[in-house]
């Protein structure tokens, strides 16, 4: 079995706080991790396990063994529950792991009983450190998830077919996903095609048959689910007009290229969108990192109207990157130059160029770099008080 890197974070969080929420899309691994805990488990979208759980309550809480609970949001009754039993010991720790799949969902109950009695980690699919010696084209290509193709090709692309096809016709509408899941199928083809581009509702709008603020409302869902990401614009006082439209990316690469007809690598290299889809794949490792060992840090992008541009910004808040990320083995210098003079314009800190090549050039505050590098540099540096 894998090992997944958020399980020493959850660990850790157990050993300071009563309860643990870990959340992520579906069948991204959590279940899997959870089960790897030795806790007792209980699947709230089974009747029989919400009996027994019921049955069982008293003796549970009263025992020191880990309760886990997987798809909590589909149990919203077990959270006033948890908070009483929490609330009657607060100072036992590593009680309770919940999981979710559904931000939105499990973020009311939460709010509504357990806040500041629970930590919320999120589980991305798999990362490149999980999936080595397996190489970065594999996984840009299939995807993270644990059944799309990187630890077997075969299931790729029929995989992320079918499970994009089984969210719109299930989960999606459970959710609150009001659409037929044709029209949501064909919504989350369209943001395929248009990954990493400004987000145009009216457009998405007018080609659907639908209001403007119903597709917001749409993808307001499909955010909550994880599986889009809307990367907002950094905002600072520079005398160029800018972009203020958040970037719209479908946060899985492999079901990005599965919705477009990519079958494989040579396919991809060849397909004119192959570098919004390389930057989507580099933003998306570089986040679920972030999210991992410094959850306090706020990415954006940023864009002025005359096209200087950064793909991703983090804000660390006592430093601000600048990272941007470049399909090519042979970057120039007037690849970094241009880095340079658009991260002047936000006082960047730190500078990075992410491309293809192996070699690093680092200069104080300015790095060109592989992912690779970068990933490893942000697991040893990063995570730092």
Same mark, same amino acid.
């Given at each position: 079995?894998?090992?997944?890197?958020?399980?020493?974070?959850?660990?850790?969080?157990?050993?300071?706080?009563?309860?643990?929420?870990?959340?992520?899309?579906?069948?991204?691994?959590?279940?899997?991790?959870?089960?790897?805990?030795?806790?007792?488990?209980?699947?709230?979208?089974?009747?029989?396990?919400?009996?027994?759980?019921?049955?069982?309550?008293?003796?549970?809480?009263?025992?020191?063994?880990?309760?886990?609970?997987?798809?909590?949001?589909?149990?919203?009754?077990?959270?006033?529950?948890?908070?009483?039993?929490?609330?009657?010991?607060?100072?036992?720790?590593?009680?309770?792991?919940?999981?979710?799949?559904?931000?939105?969902?499990?973020?009311?109950?939460?709010?509504?009983?357990?806040?500041?009695?629970?930590?919320?980690?999120?589980?991305?699919?798999?990362?490149?450190?999980?999936?080595?010696?397996?190489?970065?084209?594999?996984?840009?290509?299939?995807?993270?998830?644990?059944?799309?193709?990187?630890?077997?090709?075969?299931?790729?692309?029929?995989?992320?077919?079918?499970?994009?096809?089984?969210?719109?016709?299930?989960?999606?509408?459970?959710?609150?996903?009001?659409?037929?899941?044709?029209?949501?199928?064909?919504?989350?083809?369209?943001? %395929?095609? $248009?990954? =990493?581009?400004?987000?145009?509702?009216?457009?998405?709008? +007018?080609? /659907? #048959? !639908?209001? *403007?603020?119903?597709?917001?409302?749409?993808?307001?869902?499909?955010?909550?689910?994880?599986?889009?990401?809307?990367?907002?614009?950094?905002?600072?006082?520079?005398?160029?007009?800018?972009?203020?439209?958040?970037?719209?990316?479908?946060?899985?690469?492999?079901?990005?290229?599965?919705?477009?007809?990519?079958?494989?690598?040579?396919?991809?290299?060849? %397909?004119? $969108?192959? =570098?919004?889809?390389?930057?989507?794949?580099?933003?998306? +490792?570089? /986040? #679920? !990192?972030? *999210?991992?060992?410094?959850?306090?840090?706020?990415?954006?992008?940023?864009?002025?109207?005359?096209?200087?541009?950064?793909?991703?910004?983090?804000?660390?808040?006592?430093?601000?990157?600048?990272?941007?990320?470049?399909?090519?083995?042979?970057?120039?210098?007037?690849?970094?130059?241009?880095?340079?003079?658009?991260?002047?314009?936000?006082?960047?800190?730190?500078?990075?160029?992410?491309?293809?090549?192996?070699?690093?050039?680092?200069a104080a505050s300015r790095v060109a770099c592989s992912l690779e590098w970068l990933l490893s540099w942000l697991e040893q540096n990063a995570g730092r008080a």
């Amino acid at each position: 079995m894998l090992q997944r890197r958020l399980r020493k974070t959850v660990y850790d969080r157990l050993a300071q706080i009563p309860a643990v929420g870990l959340i992520g899309p579906r069948q991204c691994g959590k279940t899997t991790l959870a089960r790897s805990m030795e806790g007792e488990y209980f699947d709230l979208e089974q009747p029989e396990d919400r009996l027994r759980l019921d049955v069982r309550w008293n003796e549970l809480v009263a025992g020191d063994e880990l309760i886990v609970l997987d798809e909590a949001q589909t149990g919203p009754e077990v959270f006033p529950r948890l908070r009483g039993a929490i609330d009657a010991e607060r100072k036992r720790n590593g009680r309770f792991l919940i999981l979710g799949s559904v931000s939105p969902s499990l973020m009311r109950d939460v709010s509504e009983s357990l806040a500041g009695r629970l930590s919320l980690v999120e589980l991305t699919p798999l990362q490149l450190a999980e999936v080595q010696p397996r190489s970065a084209d594999d996984l840009w290509l299939h995807g993270g998830f644990p059944d799309g193709g990187i630890l077997d090709p075969s299931a790729y692309p029929r995989w992320q077919i079918d499970f994009v096809r089984l969210l719109a016709q299930r989960d999606l509408p459970a959710i609150g996903l009001s659409a037929r899941p044709g029209v949501t199928e064909r919504l989350l083809r369209m943001l %395929a095609a $248009w990954h =990493g581009q400004p987000l145009n509702a009216s457009r998405l709008a +007018q080609s /659907l #048959g !639908v209001s *403007s603020p119903t597709v917001t409302s749409y993808i307001d869902v499909l955010e909550g689910a994880f599986l889009v990401r809307r990367l907002p614009a950094y905002r600072t006082n520079s005398r160029k007009r800018l972009v203020r439209t958040p970037r719209c990316y479908v946060r899985d690469s492999g079901i990005v290229h599965a919705l477009l007809g990519v079958r494989d690598l040579e396919g991809l290299l060849n %397909a004119p $969108w192959v =570098g919004a889809s390389f930057e989507g794949f580099v933003i998306e +490792q570089i /986040l #679920g !990192v972030l *999210s991992r060992i410094d959850p306090t840090s706020v990415p954006y992008h940023f864009r002025t109207s005359d096209q200087y541009e950064v793909d991703l910004v983090v804000d660390r808040g006592d430093e601000l990157w600048a990272i941007e990320v470049k399909l090519t083995s042979r970057p120039t210098g007037d690849d970094m130059a241009r880095l340079d003079k658009t991260a002047d314009m936000i006082s960047a800190t730190r500078r990075f160029l992410v491309t293809r090549q192996p070699e690093v050039v680092e200069a104080a505050s300015r790095v060109a770099c592989s992912l690779e590098w970068l990933l490893s540099w942000l697991e040893q540096n990063a995570g730092r008080a």
